[in-house]
């Protein structure tokens, strides 16, 4: 539970501000952290806590892609596909993207649960397209080339990780 994982840490988001429904989206950012996603359980719990009905937490947290109401792979690629970056080629950046991981032209999240893909709307980095953020980190100026780079740099990272943990 939120509340006695991270008292300390919701009392000081709580401090920022006037009432407490006003620390949702720190709040939802906080369970996201603690779960990797939202669950409508977590969806409650937040909505007890700032003290407003869960109905209102859900619309926040469906409107901003940076919350996930479902499991996501343990690398979470955003691609922005907005107008200004499909002129760039962003479209087809994002299709061939998925193709090299296996998914179709959606996205979604590759069978090895490591890669979540994403289109989502402008992330202000208009001019540095194709981007995409990943863990909500910024890669610019991308081509399939250098993708794969980081697609495979990100694959031998959570080797290593599986690797000192096992
Ligand atoms: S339109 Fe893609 S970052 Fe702005």
Known sequence: MLAEKHAERIEKIFAKYPDKRS????????????YG??????LREVAELCDIDPTQVQSIAGFYTMYSEKPKG?????????LPCALRGADDFFSALCA??????????????????EPVMCLAACDKA????????????????????LIE?????????DGVQG
């Open 130 to 149: 194709p981007m995409l953020q990943c863990n909500f980190h910024y890669h610019e100026n991308l081509d399939l080339e250098k993708v794969k780079a």
């Open 74 to 82: 343990r690398f979470w690629l955003h691609v922005c596909t907005d």
């Open 23 to 34: 620390g949702v989206m720190a709040l939802l950012y906080l369970a996201q952290e603690e």
């Open 100 to 117: 090299y991981l296996g998914l179709d032209e959606h996205g979604g999240t590759t069978e090895d649960g490591l890669f979540t893909v």
């Open 37 to 42: 996603w939202l669950s409508e359980e977590t």
């Open 153 to 161: 740099q990100w694959r031998a990272e959570a080797s290593r990780d």
